[in-house]
T-cell receptor, first 113, second 115 residues
Framework: GDSVTQMEGPVTLSEEAFLTINCTYT??????LFWYVQYPGEGLQLLLK?????DKGSNKGFEATYRKETTSFHLEKGSVQVSDSAVYFC????????????FGQGTELSVKP | KAGVTQTPRYLIKTRGQQVTLSCSPI?????VSWYQQTPGQGLQFLFE???????NKGNFPGRFSGRQFSNSRSEMNVSTLELGDSALYLC??????????????FGPGTRLTVL
C-alpha cells in the first residue's frame, strides 16, 4: 500500500547548522507531498507542500523538492534556530481522497544554542 | 478567524467505557478528518466527513465511529474502550473535500487516557 518513510530521530543539531530530514514515499499514483510540523503540546501545522514532480515547496527558510525519479521529498534548511525544535512529519495525499493524509513516523529535531 | 477547536482537551476513561470527542472546524470549512496519534503507530487516518457524509475511512475497527452535523461540526465516538485506544486524537478541517488539493488545518487534539 501507499506509505511514507522518514529518517529516524531524534536529530540533535547546534544552532545555525544545516538540516536535512529524509523522506521517501511509495505510492501507486501521483500524490501531493507535504511537510507538517508539530510543536510541543500543539496540533500539526502545514510547513510546505508540492503537488507535482519537480515542484519546490518553501516556507520559513525550509525547502523540499518533489523528486519523482527517487520518490523523495527531503526537507532542508540552511541554518536552524532553537525555535525550530519540533517534530516534523512528511505526508502524502491523493487528489481524489480529499482529507486523507498518509504520514511518516515523524522526526524529532532538537536544536541546541 | 478562529482555528479548529477540539473539546475536551484531556480525557480519562476506564476500559469498557465509551467516549465522544468534538471538533469545530474553521468557519466555512466543510471537510473534517480525524487522526489517531500514538508513539507506536504514529499518525493514522480514522475517517473524513464532508457535508455530513463519511467519504473516506481508515483501517480501524467498528468501535470507532463519527458523524458530522449540518454546521460542519463533527464528533467521533469510541465504544468499549481498550487500553490501546490511549492516544492523541487530532481533528483537521479543510475548505472542501474531493478532487483537489486542500490544505488541512489541525486542532490541538484531545488527549485520551484509558485506564
Amino acid at each position: 500500500g501507499d506509505s511514507v518513510t522518514q529518517m529516524e530521530g531524534p536529530v540533535t543539531l547546534s544552532e545555525e547548522a544545516f538540516l536535512t530530514i529524509n523522506c521517501t514515499y511509495t505510492a501507486t499514483g501521483y500524490p501531493s507531498l507535504f511537510w507538517y510540523v508539530q510543536y510541543p503540546g500543539e496540533g500539526l501545522q502545514l510547513l510546505l507542500k508540492a503537488t507535482k514532480a519537480d515542484d519546490k515547496g518553501s516556507n520559513k527558510g525550509f525547502e523540499a523538492t518533489y523528486r519523482k525519479e527517487t520518490t523523495s521529498f527531503h526537507l532542508e534548511k540552511g541554518s536552524v534556530q532553537v525555535s525550530d525544535s519540533a517534530v516534523y512529519f512528511c505526508a502524502l495525499s491523493f487528489y481524489n481522497q480529499g482529507g486523507k493524509l498518509i504520514f511518516g513516523q515523524g522526526t524529532e529535531l532538537s536544536v541546541k544554542p | 478567524k478562529a482555528g479548529v477547536t477540539q473539546t475536551p482537551r484531556y480525557l480519562i476513561k476506564t476500559r469498557g467505557q465509551q467516549v465522544t470527542l468534538s471538533c469545530s472546524p474553521i468557519s466555512g470549512h466543510r471537510s473534517v478528518s480525524w487522526y489517531q496519534q500514538t508513539p507506536g503507530q504514529g499518525l493514522q487516518f480514522l475517517f473524513e466527513y464532508f457535508s455530513e457524509t463519511q467519504r473516506n475511512k481508515g483501517n480501524f475497527p467498528g468501535r470507532f465511529s463519527g458523524r458530522q452535523f449540518s454546521n460542519s461540526r463533527s464528533e467521533m465516538n469510541v465504544s468499549t474502550l481498550e487500553l490501546g485506544d490511549s492516544a492523541l486524537y487530532l481533528c483537521a478541517s479543510s475548505r472542501t473535500g474531493g478532487n483537489s488539493y486542500n490544505e488541512q488545518f489541525f486542532g490541538p487534539g484531545t488527549r485520551l487516557t484509558v485506564l
